[in-house]
């Protein structure tokens, strides 16, 4: 299960560059009296191999939506959000007690401000990746970031995930007609690609890379983009054209070349993957997690509780790998063994809870980050101390 709405093909260079060395503290927020409070706070108490957990929920009072986030070496915390009060889409940056909420242009018709992923690259930006089919300058007190050029009429929408390559770069696919766009025919149609846009970019097209094609015109269906264990990047669909039951990845240089296809038996749509400390693959689709070594080799693990659906992963501090369940609310944990845990996140899960997002590795070692909120519910940052 996908939350999110799926958007025309968008990238923006959102915010200022962060400057500040490395972070030093697990706890980058300080809560205000108006715009940050927390919530409460749990633990999760060790048990069958389990670590303890520690969970801080901090609220964003006068914000909606919350479930991309990002952080950046100043120890500042950025999330996808609406402002309530102005009826704007931005980006919003928490760092100790101050708040500052970075508009998107406002002349732009942005359905929403959560798309699919925040990025922070190495140059200080954080990039939101799947809004609509417009590109705008973001302005700051300090900067106005030039805008990216928008591709061709023949965007898609943004599926799945982006990531930052291992070039630097910004990386995601996309795939289906735009928005509202009914009158999908010829060669390029529906329309799919993977994108590397320069993390120095101030305007001009991204390289656009054309997945294979089946020979009756059929193609990949992309919809998740990760960096692979040999540093490659590593397109994932549901259509793959040399692959048995169509689901698979299609591996990449940094440089767009088309290195070889990675089969894999899975029976879901794909939502997420990333590259574990096994030099394995592990995705995310329906409510399983698979592990898939290089030669396509896969293993499904089915997370304990039904309908949870899974939505994003990424790999702790402790070698483990973490994800989000949308539906449940809860937090998964499965070890490169497969040893599935869940723990309870407080108020999320259900018809009026927070919805778990992105979830990001934090400044220390030990700490994780959630983006919580939902389309139309109050935005939460979830902090996770293992």
Known sequence: MRIFRLYSAVIIAALLSACG?????????????TTVSLQQSIVHSSSAGAPSITVKEYR????????????????????????????????????????????????????????TTLLA?????????????????????QATLGPIVPHTNTSGYVWGPGTIG????????????????????GPDCPPEYLVKVNQNANGGPPAM??????????????????????????????GMPNVTGGTGFDRYSTSGV????????????????????????WVLGGDDVFRVTPSGATTDYRVPTSNSGPSYITVGGDGALWF??????????????????E?????????????LGQIVRGFERNELWIGGGGYGRSAALVQVII
């Open 60 to 115: 964003l009072s006068g914000y909606t939506g919350g479930t991309t986030i990002a952080v950046t070496s100043d120890e500042s915390i950025w999330t996808g959000t609406d402002q309530n009060s102005g009826g704007q889409q931005g980006v919003l940056r928490v760092h100790g007690k101050s708040t500052t909420f970075y508009p998107f242009n406002p002349a732009q018709p942005y359905p929403d401000s959560g798309g």
């Open 258 to 281: 088309l290195l070889g296809t990675v089969p894999m038996k899975m029976n879901y749509l794909m939502v997420a993957a990333v590259a574990g400390p096994d030099h394995n693959m």
């Open 21 to 33: 060395g490395p972070g030093v503290s697990p706890s980058a927020i300080a809560p205000s009296d």
């Open 209 to 238: 890379y054309k997945p294979p094609q089946y020979p009756n015109g059929n193609g990949t269906e992309p919809n998740v983009v990760a960096v692979g264990p040999d540093n490659d990047i590593w397109l994932g669909g549901t």
């Open 343 to 355: 723990y309870t996140i407080p108020n999320a899960g259900g018809q009026n809870n927070l919805v």
């Open 324 to 341: 989000t369940e949308a539906v449940s609310g809860k937090l998964g944990r499965i070890t490169t063994a497969g040893k599935i845990t």
């Open 121 to 141: 690259t190495s140059n200080g930006r954080v990039w939101s990746i799947g809004l609509d089919d417009y590109y705008a300058s973001a302005s700051t007190t």
């Open 166 to 185: 291992p070039d630097g770069n910004v990386w995601y696919s996309v795939y289906g007609a735009p928005m509202g766009y009914d009158g999908c025919n």
